[in-house]
């Protein structure tokens, strides 16, 4: 499994751009699945380039919710493939893909990859279990990362947390996990990262993390 960072509002390889928002690219059982698409659809293409991400290839886009940072640049992505999009709920359905697919209820995608089901009616988040525990990818944590964990469990222990955690505070919630990558736009990375060394994993656009 292998997850790749394209969109943040830090850099960490040299060349890519940084802005306000996140998209990360999920390599999983064959499958490749662009999770959110940033603010801005150029910022997402020319990362994408610089990466050697073809746009082609992707199969399926994962919206974890509606605000302007994470959906920002789908429409940009749409008229280049048109793909499946998953979108939670209350998001508004994008016109150019494939097929919208609404999701309400936690909803298993492919053979190990789910769905937590839109959470307090604004977001979903993607499980993607492997023989070590899940790893599970948040937009905004908008719902909580206690939420979050506890609709991610039905599909086993989370052993990873990728994504944006905003004013995530309860630390004691990542004692069990193996690690946790903060992105985004998470207040209390600094806290995290001197509590849980060990564990804490840099993001930034341009990050490869493979589990």
């Known amino acids: 499994m292998k997850i790749t960072i394209i969109y943040d509002n830090e850099a960490w390889k040299e060349g890519l751009k940084a802005d306000w928002g996140f998209s990360c690219l999920v390599e999983a059982y064959d499958r490749k699945i662009l999770f ?10 020319e990362n994408m380039k610089k990466l050697n991400i073809n ?7 994962f919206i974890s919710h ?24 209350s998001c508004p359905k994008p016109h150019s893909a494939r097929e919208a697919i609404k999701v309400k209820e936690p909803l298993k995608i ?11 009616n604004i977001e979903q988040s993607l499980a993607i ?16 990362v206690k ?49 849980y060394p060990e564990k804490y994993v840099e993001g930034g656009a341009g990050k490869v993390i493979e589990i």
């Open 110 to 120: 492919h053979e190990n990859i789910f769905s937590t089901g839109e959470l307090k």
């Open 55 to 61: 746009p082609t290839m992707i199969e399926e886009i």
């Open 147 to 195: 939420n979050i964990l506890k609709a991610a469990s039905q599909f086993g222990k989370a052993r990873a947390l990728i994504g944006g955690l905003h004013g995530f505070n309860d630390f004691h919630l990542l004692e069990d996990l193996d690690f946790i990558c903060p992105a985004h736009c998470t207040q209390f990375k600094s806290t995290i990262k001197s509590l």
């Open 66 to 89: 509606a605000h302007w940072d994470h959906t920002g640049g789908l429409s940009d992505f749409l008229k280049i493939t048109p793909v499946k999009v998953y979108i939670p709920l």
């Open 36 to 45: 959110d698409t940033g603010a801005n659809g150029s910022i997402l293409l």
């Open 129 to 144: 279990k492997t023989e070590k525990g899940l790893v599970v990818i948040v937009g905004c944590s908008h719902p909580e």
